[in-house]
């Protein structure tokens, strides 16, 4: 996602946000991606990196889904007994997909996917707001900013997209019905999970579960952007 997200922040602030003087300018700006290094750079603006992260969002789904949509199925059925479960692990769960749905029963839930990453955007437009809020009023080293900015921007992130994913969660577990003999479809839209789900918890049913995953977060997003950040920093121009 890191890789695409860089590339789409590249071509935004080359095509979208610079006119045809600075453009070639904004190739040659060796600091666009950070928001804590030099501030003579051309900068992208934050609903910039916002785009960005919803465009790279959506290119991942493709292939993130598949393996959420697996780990999902094989996730629900650990409480019951041995015998009866109908997976055996990963590699059988998509052997059986694919025998009686194909490719588009492997990409269940690719929708709901793409959707939930969409809200990317909070995630990396607040990244850096973040940012540029430490930075300018603190002493901290970049390093410490990216960790400070990644966790709580994660956060954010979490608290925008958290009720997106519980739906997708739910499509994702949803009978396939036919041939793999699972049950009977009860969701074919996303909008018939949503309404499944308030009808039965209210507007709590889009939370549950949500404080384990907030708290979880901030200290591993907050790390993975540390290295993100100092590997594109490394990383000659």
């Known amino acids: 996602m890191l890789g695409s997200l860089t590339l789409y922040r590249r071509l935004l ?61 094989l996730q629900i059925q650990y409480a019951v007994d041995k015998t009866a479960r109908l997976y055996t692990g990963p590699v059988d769960c998509l052997a059986k997909i694919y025998r009686a749905h194909g490719i588009p029963g492997i990409y269940h839930g690719l929708w709901s996917t793409m959707l939930f990453r969409s809200f990317f955007f909070f995630w990396w437009s607040s990244y850096d707001v973040i940012s540029r809020q430490i930075a300018d009023r603190t002493n901290l080293s970049t390093p410490s900013i990216n960790f400070w900015a990644g966790g709580l921007s994660a956060q954010v992130y979490w608290l925008t997209s958290y009720p ?3 739906v997708k969660q739910r499509i994702m577990t949803d009978p396939l019905g036919g041939k793999l003999n699972d049950g009977v479809r009860q969701f074919p ?21 949500f404080v ?26």
């Open 13 to 73: 602030l080359e095509n979208v946000f610079s006119n045809p003087v600075t453009s070639s300018a904004a190739r040659l700006a060796n600091s666009q991606l950070d928001t804590a290094g030099n501030p003579e750079a051309i900068k992208l603006p934050a609903v910039g990196h916002g785009l960005a992260g919803s465009m790279a969002g959506l290119t991942v789904s493709f292939v993130a889904s598949p393996f959420e949509h697996i780990k999902a199925r």
């Open 164 to 166: 997106a994913d519980v």
């Open 189 to 209: 839209r996303w909008k018939d999970a949503a309404r499944a789900i308030w009808v039965r918890d209210g507007a709590r049913g889009f939370w549950r579960g």
């Open 212 to 237: 384990p995953c907030f708290l979880r977060a901030f200290p591993a997003n907050a790390m993975a952007i540390v290295a993100f950040e100092g590997v594109m920093r490394a990383l000659p121009e």
